[in-house]
């Protein structure tokens, strides 16, 4: 999908030069600036550190209004998709392009079934990890050692391996993430069973015992289904901003995908939803709301409202929306209703949402608002909050990685830089030596 160039912009440079800059147009009447030729044609470089007005490639995935607040997997309203598909069924669309047919067969609940065991080998891996090693830190390593038993056998440049490859990910990924959840707990891994769809399968993987056999609740399942349907991707958030950028390099695909579960684990992104819940723990009543709030604000004070603010958002993020509800019938299902912790978030969102700052940054609770808490009411420890989200990410990750080889713009990853230090030094002793 190439973007029209309909017409051109023109910049007028310091020495009274013009230069012209073809408009690129995108769906929902986007435009951009295609300033590919400014550097070569003119010296310049355009600045723009977190790429805040940086389009770093063109993507049939997703889009985002952050002005409206409406969020679309291939132009599909995501609170459709969460009210009525399946995670896999998502992937397909997210991967394809299209759901798959009504009532036939998604050529990915197989594919995902033929390859969730991992290498028996791998589970020797986790003997070098501490006990109390939080799941980020196992998931990151053991993602990336895939790479050691598949690598010889990977050819990028044949889309039946590239193929395979997400395939193999995308099967694996929930059986690494419960083990490193039962390796924390010190219990036996479980074996993937085929009979349990991707969902009901992670979840029975985390929970299993040999003492009594573990039948996950439709409630719980649907509940962490549209949770994961939600994460599933998000444009060129940072985490997949950095998979592009180590796929751009032709890098293994496992170990794209590692580098992206380190990116994610930041509390800046995907850590914020285990960091919202740490937050509500120290607010612990509505009555220490102000001083909190009143940090948040204290450009001195580091601490941010964990849970609000978005970078492409200026309106209620729609997964919150959908998340509130998720953790509203769930917790009234689990008599948990008059949850404290989900009373003070109420509590805190009604306060924010009032707040003079709040209101003028546009600051509103974000995916990670909520999840938490649904998390927490599906018996999910915290540190394994921005696993889960990892397991449902890799899925846009790997759709993204699919299209960035199908993209004719498809460059590696350099950017430039504006140098602001020392100006060439030293020659005076390389004339005197001469
Ligand atoms: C995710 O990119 C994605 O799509 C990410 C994600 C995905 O699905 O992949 O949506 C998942 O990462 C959600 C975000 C989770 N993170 C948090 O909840 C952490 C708390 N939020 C902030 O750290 C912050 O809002 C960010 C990091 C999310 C966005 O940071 P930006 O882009 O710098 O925010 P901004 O430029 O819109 O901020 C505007 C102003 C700034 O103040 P000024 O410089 O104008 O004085 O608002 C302030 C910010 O300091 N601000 C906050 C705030 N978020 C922004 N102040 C207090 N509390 C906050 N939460």
């Known amino acids: 999908m190439a973007p029209k160039t309909q017409k051109t912009a023109q910049l007028h440079l310091p ?16 435009h951009a600036l295609d300033i590919r ?33 409406d969020l679309y997997y291939r132009g599909y309203p995501v609170k459709k998709l969460a009210d009525h598909n399946t995670f896999l ?97 010190g219990l036996p891994f479980v074996y993937p069973c085929n009979e349990l769809s991707y ?19 439709d409630v719980r399942v649907k509940a962490l289904e549209k949770v994961m349907i939600l994460h599933a991707d998000h444009e060129q958030n940072a985490s997949t901003s950095t998979v592009r950028m180590a796929a751009s390099s032709h890098a293994d695909p496992f170990g794209c995908i590692a580098a992206g579960v380190a990116s994610l684990w930041g509390p800046a992104h995907g850590g914020a939803n285990e960091a919202v819940l740490r937050m509500l723990a120290a607010i612990q009543t509505p009555e220490n709301i102000p001083i909190f709030l009143e940090k948040a604000k204290d450009k001195a004070d580091p601490f941010k409202l964990m849970g609000f603010g978005h970078r492409v958002y ?29 009373k003070l978030a109420l509590e805190l969102e009604k ?36 696993v889960l989200f990892a397991v449902a990410r890799t899925t846009g990750w790997l759709a993204h990685w699919k299209e960035l080889f ?15 230090g020392p100006e060439a030094r030293g020659r005076d002793c390389e004339e005197s030596e001469e």
């Open 15 to 30: 020495d009274g030069s013009v230069h012209e800059l073809p408009v690129l147009n995108g769906a929902f009447q986007k």
């Open 37 to 69: 030729s400014l550097y070569k044609a003119t010296g310049f470089t355009a600045y723009d550190p977190g790429y805040t007005s940086t389009a770093s490639c063109k993507s049939a995935i997703t889009y985002i209004d952050g002005a409206k607040g």
């Open 89 to 185: 069924e998502v992937a397909h669309l997210l991967w394809e392009g299209e759901l798959p047919e009504a009532g036939g067969k998604n050529p990915l609940e197989e594919a995902v079934r033929s390859h969730s065991m991992v290498h028996e080998q791998l589970r020797e891996f986790f003997k070098g990890f501490r006990r109390d090693a939080h799941p980020m830190a196992i998931l990151m390593g053991t993602v990336g050692a895939l790479s050691s038993f598949y690598h010889e056998d990977l050819n990028l440049h044949n889309e039946d391996d590239r193929d395979l490859a997400a395939i193999r990910i995308l099967a694996k990924m929930p059986t690494l993430a419960a083990m490193a959840y039962r390796y924390n707990k």
């Open 199 to 217: 969902v009901e399968n992670f979840v029975y993987m985390m929970f299993d015992m040999p003492t009594q056999p573990y039948k996950a609740d």
């Open 314 to 342: 200026k309106n209620y993020d729609p997964r919150a929306h959908v998340l509130k509800e998720v953790c509203h019938t769930l917790l009234k299902h689990l008599g948990l209703a008059q949850d404290p912790l989900f």
């Open 351 to 386: 306060v924010a949402l009032n707040d003079p700052y709040f209101i003028e940054k546009k600051l509103y609770p974000n995916v990670d608002f909520y999840s938490g808490l649904v998390l927490q009411a599906l018996g999910i420890p915290l540190n394994m909050f921005t």
């Open 406 to 420: 199908d993209d004719e713009d498809f460059k590696i990853g350099r950017p430039q830089q504006l140098y602001v």
